[in-house]
């Protein structure tokens, strides 16, 4: 099985027509969009989610892929004036999971962030979302805190 990890951008026409197609069948389930991104109500609105993550902040995103089949994505805002990468809309496709594809998408954001001199990582995660905060614990994350939301905020050192 071939994995490659590939920039997209939700700006660009024909990436974002694929990545609708790919979100709009991912995000058929309430419960899958509500542990992704627990503001977005649902049915998922891809222009939405596109106006409301993807058009203010420069954030560079990846979808990973076996074979020519997209099974994942993440995104990175890179903050530079903090030295901080912050992860999130992080999935994969149910059919791909358990076989350490979320795992090579975390490596590969981290990798990211360090080409890009970050020193540290953060993310939010639901704390009901148990397989993701197992995930995030086994690649050195910590706790550091909530949200008002009830989110944990997680983070990592890169230095």
């Known amino acids: 099985m071939s994995i490659t990890i590939k920039k997209v951008s939700y700006t660009h026409t ?9 979100l709009d069948k991912w995000f058929q389930n309430p419960k899958d969009l509500n542990l992704t991104s627990p503001n977005m109500s649902y049915p998922f609105k891809f222009k939405k989610w596109v106006s409301t993550y993807y058009t203010q902040n420069p954030i560079d995103s990846f979808v990973i892929k076996s074979g020519s089949w997209i099974v994942g994505i993440g995104s990175i805002n890179i903050l530079s004036e903090t030295k901080r990468g912050h992860i999130f809309h992080i999935f994969i496709d149910k059919e791909y999971r358990n076989q350490g594809f979320g795992r090579k998408t975390m490596d590969y954001l981290e990798s990211f962030a360090k080409k890009e001199k970050m020193e540290f990582l953060t993310l939010r995660v639901m704390p ?21 939301q009830g989110d944990l905020l997680m983070k990592k050192s890169l230095v």
């Open 128 to 148: 009901k979302n148990k397989p993701a905060v197992k995930l995030y614990e086994k690649l050195g994350f910590i706790n550091v805190g909530s949200t008002k």
């Open 14 to 22: 024909k990436d974002a027509r694929i990545l609708e197609a790919v």
